[in-house]
C-alpha cells in the first residue's frame, strides 16, 4: 500500500474515495501576508487605488477561488461549502496586511485547500491591483491556522513569527 493517499499501489495518482467518511462539521482558517511599500500601503487605506477597491475586490476574489479550488487543485474533491470569512488586517508600522480566511462545511472531506486557495488569491488579487504602483510587493507566509473535523481532529499552528 503506498504511504500517500492520492496514489494507488501501482503508483497510479487517485481521488481519495470518501464514501464512506462520516459526515462532520469541518472548519480551517488560513492566511497570507502582503507585503508592500508605505506609499501603497496608504493608497489602499486610503482607497485611492486607480483600478478601485483593493481588500473588497480581493474579498471576492477570494469567495470565487474557495468555490472553485477542486477546478485548480487536481485532487481536491468538489464540496458544498456552507460559508467561507475573508478578513484584512493591515498593519501600518510594516505596511502589510494579513489575509485571513475561514472555510466551513458539514460534510466527508476537509476544506484546508479551500482555505488556503482563497489566501492565496486574495492576496494575488491585492497584487494584481497594486502592482502599477508597486513592483516590490512580497506574498509571503501563506498557511494553515487551524482546522477541525473529521478523524484527523484538530490542528492549531503554534504561534510563531507568522
Not at 486610503?46 to 468555490?67: D, F, P, Q, Y
Not at 466551513?104 to 488579487?125: D, H, I, K, N, P
Given at each position: 500500500?503506498?504511504?500517500?493517499?492520492?496514489?494507488?499501489?501501482?503508483?497510479?495518482?487517485?481521488?481519495?474515495?470518501?464514501?464512506?467518511?462520516?459526515?462532520?462539521l469541518?472548519?480551517?482558517?488560513?492566511?497570507?501576508?502582503?507585503?508592500?511599500e508605505?506609499?501603497?500601503?496608504?493608497?489602499?487605506?486610503?482607497?485611492?487605488?486607480?483600478?478601485?477597491n483593493v481588500?473588497?475586490?480581493?474579498?471576492?476574489?477570494g469567495?470565487?477561488?474557495?468555490?472553485?479550488?477542486?477546478?485548480?487543485?487536481?485532487?481536491?474533491?468538489?464540496?458544498?461549502?456552507?460559508?467561507?470569512?475573508?478578513n484584512?488586517?493591515?498593519d501600518?508600522?510594516?505596511?502589510?496586511?494579513?489575509?485571513?480566511?475561514?472555510?466551513?462545511?458539514?460534510?466527508?472531506?476537509?476544506?484546508?485547500?479551500?482555505?488556503?486557495?482563497?489566501?492565496?488569491?486574495?492576496?494575488?488579487?491585492?497584487y494584481?491591483m497594486?502592482?502599477?504602483?508597486?513592483?516590490?510587493?512580497?506574498?509571503?507566509?501563506?498557511?494553515?491556522?487551524?482546522?477541525?473535523?473529521?478523524?484527523s481532529?484538530?490542528?492549531v499552528?503554534?504561534?510563531?513569527?507568522?
Amino acid at each position: 500500500m503506498s504511504l500517500f493517499s492520492h496514489i494507488d499501489d501501482k503508483g497510479r495518482s487517485r481521488m481519495v474515495d470518501i464514501t464512506d467518511k462520516e459526515p462532520t462539521l469541518r472548519f480551517a482558517v488560513a492566511q497570507g501576508v502582503v507585503s508592500m511599500e508605505p506609499s501603497t500601503f496608504e493608497m489602499i487605506h486610503n482607497n485611492s487605488i486607480k483600478k478601485g477597491n483593493v481588500l473588497e475586490t480581493a474579498r471576492i476574489a477570494g469567495i470565487m477561488a474557495a468555490k472553485k479550488t477542486s477546478e485548480l487543485i487536481p485532487m481536491c474533491h468538489p464540496i458544498n461549502i456552507s460559508h467561507i470569512d475573508i478578513n484584512f488586517e493591515p498593519d501600518k508600522e510594516t505596511s502589510s496586511i494579513k489575509v485571513k480566511t475561514s472555510v466551513r462545511l458539514f460534510g466527508q472531506t476537509g476544506v484546508e485547500m479551500e482555505a488556503l486557495t482563497a489566501a492565496s488569491v486574495a492576496a494575488l488579487t491585492i497584487y494584481d491591483m497594486c502592482k502599477s504602483q508597486d513592483k516590490r510587493i512580497i506574498i509571503s507566509d501563506i498557511c494553515l491556522l487551524e482546522k477541525s473535523g473529521g478523524k484527523s481532529g484538530i490542528f492549531v499552528r503554534e504561534k510563531q513569527n507568522i
